[in-house]
């Protein structure tokens, strides 16, 4: 997921849709990207889980996309555990010259 999330693209598609729901071509409009392009990113982002899709009810060929908030919340409850500076232990090398 972070190698998917360390694409400049795929990080302002996200805070994008941090905006609510979009549709492709709002997403394109704003950040100045070709549509394939955001599909592309929008399948990847998608296929994590991070980003869901539902179709106009009307409209079926109108297709919106939106913040997982499960998943987003899952996401930042793991990166806000690995990066706590609370987890870091005072440990000294058992090897090399000083062991």
Same mark, same amino acid.
């Given at each position: 997921?972070?190698?998917?999330?360390? *694409?400049?693209?795929?990080?302002?598609?996200?805070?994008?849709?941090?905006?609510?729901?979009?549709?492709?071509?709002? +997403?394109?409009?704003?950040?100045?990207?070709?549509?394939?392009? +955001?599909?592309?990113?929008?399948?990847?982002?998608?296929?994590?889980?991070?980003?869901?899709?539902?179709? *106009?009810?009307? *409209?079926?060929?109108?297709?919106?996309?939106?913040?997982?908030?499960?998943?987003?919340?899952?996401? *930042?409850?793991?990166?806000?555990?690995?990066?706590?500076?609370?987890? +870091?232990?005072?440990?000294?090398?058992?090897?090399?010259?000083?062991?």
């Amino acid at each position: 997921m972070l190698k998917a999330l360390a *694409d400049p693209s795929r990080l302002s598609i996200l805070n994008v849709l941090m905006e609510g729901l979009q549709c492709n071509c709002e +997403i394109a409009e704003r950040l100045g990207f070709s549509l394939s392009l +955001i599909s592309h990113h929008l399948r990847i982002l998608r296929e994590l889980g991070l980003v869901v899709a539902q179709r *106009d009810s009307q *409209d079926a060929r109108w297709i919106y996309y939106s913040i997982s908030r499960e998943k987003l919340a899952q996401l *930042d409850a793991a990166m806000r555990h690995l990066l706590n500076v609370n987890r +870091i232990q005072p440990r000294l090398p058992s090897c090399g010259p000083h062991s």
